[in-house]
């Protein structure tokens, strides 16, 4: 059966979900063209999944916890498109998200099982993981010791290495899209934001990264970006975990790029070749602060995890390391090394009592961290 979805744009819809779909909006068909045949042959309805609880809300889409009628498993199940809430950037999301986690599969990368249909929304499957690196260190009494750093740290960069292989730029990495599972494996999630960046650059608009972990060419507006913009974002997380909370929580952008200047002192041409023009462009006023105090910030960690992490929060985005280089860094074959991930401290989450109902249903109010947004 087929069905189309522009005057002269058709695409095969599977011969199971011909009537599910009939109720779809235009725009959720759409993205069902976008995606790839394999996908749609292998995807399942809502009714073959117990929903068991919400779990919270991604960029653009609700989470839940669901069991599998089929085998028992228990995933996560993220909307991607509701009917009633359709946008252009939903539909952009849920595409790039998509297309993206088909395309990769790597252990700290979150796995996607199967796509999802409803009579009104299009889901994926996930594997379920118990908390996130956002959680985790808000709910530390004291900061991770440096193993348990240098564990989550590598497994991260792994992750970030097979993203960046493949071509594609992250664009929102942050601690709570770091996801942890109950053995402490680090699962890298929520690729709604997502670029395939072919290319070395790529030009883009500058509406992404999330504010605490935004690097100064999107703060200054630069429209070239580079898988250079996730690095910058991997430096706030490797200082978050050493510091035990957020590196630079910035309530502005003015506020960011200050907080960023007294960090790392301020921008010019002799660091960072062609600032000079690019603060001009965006009437930013920037202060004069000559001194690196990452030293100061961070004064009980060794040289050599310094080292790494001014090599991430540097303002040229031609001279930030590379995932690659990151995990060739000395700091992991110092002592002490990284221990397993199930020596992450998790919390245990006590059995959840399974509600028996065919599929998830449309979302009320968002359940938000106070602190954070999750991604799980």
Not at 136 to 147: C, I, R, Y
Not at 219 to 237: E, H, K, N, R, Y
Request: glycine letters at 4%; proline letters at 7%; aromatic letters at 6%.
């Amino acid at each position: 059966m087929r069905r189309a979805i522009d005057s002269d744009e058709e695409f095969a819809v599977p011969l199971p979900f011909a009537e599910l779909l009939s109720n779809h909006h235009p725009v959720s068909l759409k993205l069902l063209q976008a995606l790839p045949k394999s996908l749609l042959e292998s995807c399942r309805r809502t009714t073959e999944y117990n929903k068991i609880r919400r779990l919270g809300e991604g960029s653009f889409g609700t989470v839940y916890q669901v069991e599998d009628r089929q085998n028992g498993q228990i995933l996560a199940m993220k909307r991607i498109l509701f009917s009633n809430e359709i946008t252009e950037d939903t539909l952009a999301s849920g595409v790039r998200e998509i297309t993206t986690l088909s395309r990769l599969s790597h252990p700290n990368i979150i796995r996607m099982f199967n796509l999802v249909l409803s009579p009104s929304s299009v889901f994926i499957s996930l594997e379920e993981c118990t908390t996130d690196l956002g959680k985790l260190v808000d709910s530390l009494g004291s900061p991770l010791n440096e193993s348990q750093v240098k564990c989550i740290s590598r497994q991260f960069f792994g992750g970030l290495a097979h993203i960046h292989d493949a071509g594609i730029i992250h664009r929102d990495l942050k601690a709570s899209n770091i996801l942890l599972t109950p053995n402490g494996d680090v699962k890298i999630a929520d690729f709604g934001f997502s670029k395939d960046c072919v290319i070395s650059t790529y030009w883009t608009p500058c509406d992404v990264v999330t504010l605490w972990y935004r690097p100064p060419e999107i703060l200054f507006q630069s429209a070239m970006q580079t898988p250079a913009v996730d690095m910058w974002s991997a430096g706030c997380i490797l200082g978050e975990l050493l510091l035990n909370r957020p590196l630079l929580p910035g309530r502005s952008e003015l506020e960011q790029v200050e907080m960023i200047c007294n960090l790392i002192g301020s921008p010019d041409e002799a660091i960072w070749p062609g600032v000079s023009t690019l603060i001009r462009q965006c009437n930013m006023h920037i202060k004069d602060q000559k001194m690196n105090n990452l030293w100061e910030i961070f004064p009980c960690i060794p040289s050599s995890c310094r080292r790494l992490l001014k090599s991430l929060l540097c303002y040229s985005p031609d001279k930030r390391a590379t995932a690659r280089d990151c995990l060739q860094a000395s700091w992991f074959r110092d002592d002490p090394h990284a221990c397993e991930p199930c020596h992450i401290p998790i919390k245990k989450k006590p059995p959840i009592k399974r509600e028996k109902i065919s599929a998830p249903q449309p979302a009320g109010s968002p359940v938000v961290s106070k602190k954070r947004k999750s991604s799980i």
